[in-house]
Each structure stands twice: as structure tokens, then as C-alpha cells.
């Protein structure tokens, strides 16, 4: 059965800082990988996606993300924080087959310092 | 264009009611989701629905849910005999169709039940 590991409960960070969220995962394939965040009161919004090729993906708002087979990891980056990313931010792994059913992790919540 | 949408935003009631949540997908999608947010958690997912029928239903809990979805568009999420543990946040995704991999979140309903 897959599943994701989000080992970082809260994070605190100062705005401008870098930011880097783990994820690690576990799935016998290849997997398809996601990130979302979800602001108060919101839905989840996509953030970026792997499924193949390149493991270095460019997402939306600044965001990126490496797939790293050999550490079954899929950490969640941005080089400067802003003050409007403190949200919860959630890994996922999902199969390869038709239903694309993800497994989401238990989030880590983001909280910028000024 | 518009989003998901999901009625009521916020659902009291009290133990053993019955309850119906609605979700709208965007048009033109042919899959969609059902997801359970507890606090503090990522989603669960309960029921997948390919057109009219539910192709996976392995998510949802016990009997007391269930969800329907006729005319292939709007779904109902239905739970009897509610109990104070089904309180949460209900998510519903929806998708374009099967070659197409990326979900698109509603804001949920948020059930409490005293």
C-alpha cells in the first residue's frame, strides 16, 4: 500500500528565508507525486506534480520540487518565503493507473515570522 | 470558468441524523472524489466515480455512507445514523477524465456533529 511521511508537523520561518518541506513516501512503482496547499477555509490548490522525466519540477508561485528515487523523497522548495505562503502544505502519492486515487500525507503547517 | 462547489459550506446536527452533502464539479468532468479532512489530518479518500457509476468505493467507512451521483455531474455524499466521529471536513475533487491527472478541490463542508 502507498504511503507519504510528512515529518515536520509545524515549520516556522522569517519571510524571506528559504524553505524546504520533506516528504518522503512509499510505493512499489513509480509514482506519481504531488504537492497542494490549503489555506484557511480554502480547498486544495495544486502546487506542482511529477510524473515523469525530469526530477526537477517548477510549480506555481515560486515553488519547486525534487523526486528523489534512491531516498523515495519528494521535498517541496522556495528560495524566499512571502508572508501569504503560512498555509498547511500536503505531500501526496498517488498510482500510475487510471483513477489517480492519491494518498496524502498529514501535513506540515508553514508559519512566516516578518 | 467556475470551480468546484460544495453546499453547505457548514452542516450542524446531532448525533444520529441523517445528512446529505452536495458537491457541483466543474463541467465537462467525468470523475469525481470524495475526501474526509479530520482535524489535524490529510484527506481521506472515500469514493471515486467514473461518469454515473462508483468505481472504487473502498474509502468509505462503514455503511451508514453512502454517495450517489445519477446524471454524471452533481454528486450527494449521504451518512445515516451520524455519529460524533464523522465530524470533519468533507472534500470533493473533481477531474476532466481518465487521460487527464490533476484534481481540482472544492472548499469543502465542514460537519459537525454534537
Known amino acids: 500500500a502507498q504511503s507519504v511521511t510528512q515529518p515536520d508537523i509545524h515549520i516556522t520561518v522569517s519571510e524571506g528565508a528559504s524553505l524546504e518541506l520533506r516528504c518522503n513516501y512509499s510505493?512499489?512503482?513509480?509514482?506519481?507525486l504531488f504537492w497542494y496547499v490549503q489555506s484557511p477555509g480554502q480547498g486544495l490548490q495544486l502546487l506542482l506534480k511529477y510524473f515523469s522525466g525530469d526530477t526537477l519540477v517548477q510549480g506555481i508561485k515560486g515553488f519547486e520540487a525534487e523526486f528523489k528515487r534512491s531516498q523515495s523523497s519528494f521535498n517541496l522548495r522556495k528560495p524566499s518565503v512571502h508572508w501569504s505562503d503560512a498555509a498547511e502544505y500536503f505531500c501526496?502519492?498517488?498510482?500510475?493507473?487510471?483513477?489517480?486515487?492519491?494518498?496524502f500525507g498529514r501535513g506540515t503547517s508553514l508559519i512566516v515570522h516578518p | 470558468g467556475a470551480g468546484v462547489s460544495q453546499t453547505p459550506s457548514n452542516k450542524v446536527t446531532e448525533k444520529g441524523k441523517y445528512v446529505e452533502l452536495r458537491c457541483d464539479p466543474i463541467s465537462g468532468h467525468t470523475a469525481l472524489y470524495w475526501y474526509r479532512q479530520s482535524l489535524g489530518q490529510g484527506p481521506e479518500f472515500l469514493i471515486y466515480f467514473q461518469g454515473t457509476g462508483a468505481a472504487d468505493d473502498s474509502g468509505l467507512p462503514n455503511d451508514r455512507f453512502f454517495a450517489v451521483r445519477p446524471e454524471g455531474s452533481v454528486s450527494t455524499l449521504k451518512i445515516q445514523r451520524t455519529e460524533r466521529g464523522d465530524s470533519a471536513v468533507y472534500l470533493c475533487?473533481?477531474?476532466?477524465?481518465?487521460?487527464?491527472?490533476?484534481?481540482?478541490f472544492g472548499p469543502g463542508t465542514r460537519l459537525t456533529v454534537l
Open positions: 501526496a502519492v498517488a498510482s500510475s493507473g487510471g483513477s489517480y486515487i492519491p494518498t
Open positions: 510505493y512499489g512503482a513509480t509514482p506519481y
Open positions: 475533487a473533481s477531474r476532466l477524465d481518465p487521460s487527464y491527472n490533476e484534481q481540482f
